[in-house]
């Protein structure tokens, strides 16, 4: 199918995009990579009548460290992300999440700003945001606020983002090496049944789980937190916190994968990325 009529605008700055945005409400969306919003738009599932494509907006764009936080443009992609040698020094698990994506076309064109906006249940980049408690910079036509990321996913591809407002950038505190993303993908698409991205803080003695593909959002696993609080993550400490996985969760079922297969994989990989930001596997 092609997509019904729309204006197309391709501002030079930020402010030109958020006046467009703001002058066409409901009626306007922004492109970003248009890996997600064209084929729906091709389908008539999206039918924006304004297209403000973000391509040359400069502020949107590249990875730096400002005042000890890592601060990533949203229209960064996931190929930039892979190749950043400041993320493989301070925050690996951006670099090694990225590599997961897609092909290389895909990686060359998708944005993170684009995935996180689009909140689809199965992207990779939701749990990464979760697990490294990052802060989700939203600018619109009336200033920026700041949003956690556990407060972004508000629904089955909802999130926080108000009409009019673009994501403008990712906030991300450095982290040390003891991190892991683990993935089994549907083979077709390469989007996850099942990515488990954690983080181990050894000095803390605690960690961050946080899980896609298995639920209508992305989660924190809460469970498997509380349970390793204070322990040396032993693999004993980690076969039994990572039990808990699914805990809670109502699971996604569909020709891919059923719920209980769902709720396995989440117990699995979760035991197999905490063993492997332990450094044992
Ligand atoms: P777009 O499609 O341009 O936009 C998506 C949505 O976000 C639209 O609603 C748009 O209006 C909105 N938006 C975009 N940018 C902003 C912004 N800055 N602020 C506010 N709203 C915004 N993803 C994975 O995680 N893992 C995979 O394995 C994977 N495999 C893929 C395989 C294929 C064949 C394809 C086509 C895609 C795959 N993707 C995968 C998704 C892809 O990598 C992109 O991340 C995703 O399509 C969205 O990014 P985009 O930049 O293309 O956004």
Redesign the pocket.
Same mark, same amino acid.
């Given at each position: 199918m092609i997509p019904g009529q729309f204006e197309y605008h391709q501002p030079a700055s930020l402010g030109d995009a958020l006046a467009l945005l703001a002058r066409h409400g409901d009626d306007a969306?922004? &492109?970003?990579?248009?890996?997600? /919003?064209?084929?729906a738009m091709r389908l008539r599932l999206?039918e924006p009548r304004v297209l403000v494509d973000?391509a040359r907006v400069k502020e949107?764009r590249g990875i730096e460290e400002r005042d000890g936080a890592i601060v990533i443009g949203?229209?960064t992609t996931?190929a930039e992300l892979a190749a950043s040698s400041l993320l493989a020094k301070k925050c690996p698990l951006l670099v090694e999440a990225a590599h997961?994506?897609?092909?290389l076309q895909?990686r060359n064109?998708?944005?993170i700003?684009?995935?996180l906006?689009?909140a689809?249940p199965a992207?990779?980049?939701p749990p990464v945001v979760l697990a490294l408690d990052a802060e989700l910079e939203l600018t619109g036509a009336k200033g920026t606020r700041k949003v956690a990321a556990t407060k972004f996913f508000t629904d089955i591809m909802q999130t926080a &983002?108000k009409t009019g407002?673009? /994501?403008?950038a990712i906030h991300v505190k450095p982290t040390g090496a003891s991190v892991a993303y683990v993935k089994t993908?549907q083979k077709a698409?390469?989007?996850?049944l099942c990515g488990v991205a954690a983080v181990i803080d050894r000095a803390a003695k605690r960690a961050s789980v946080a899980i896609t593909g298995v639920a209508a959002t992305p989660y924190r696993a809460a469970d498997v937190e509380r349970a390793l609080v204070g322990t040396s993550m032993s693999a004993a400490d980690i076969a039994k916190a990572a039990k808990t996985a699914a805990d809670g969760v109502q699971p996604l079922g569909d020709i891919h994968a059923s719920e209980e297969y769902r709720a396995h994989l989440a117990r699995v990989n979760t035991a197999r990325a905490l063993e492997r930001a332990a450094g044992r596997k």
């Open positions: 969306r922004p &492109l970003a990579g248009g890996h997600s /919003l064209v084929p999206a973000l949107l949203a229209m996931h997961h994506i897609g092909d895909v064109r998708g944005t700003g684009g995935s906006a689009h689809d992207a990779d980049w &983002l407002e673009l /994501l403008q993908e698409s390469g989007f996850a």
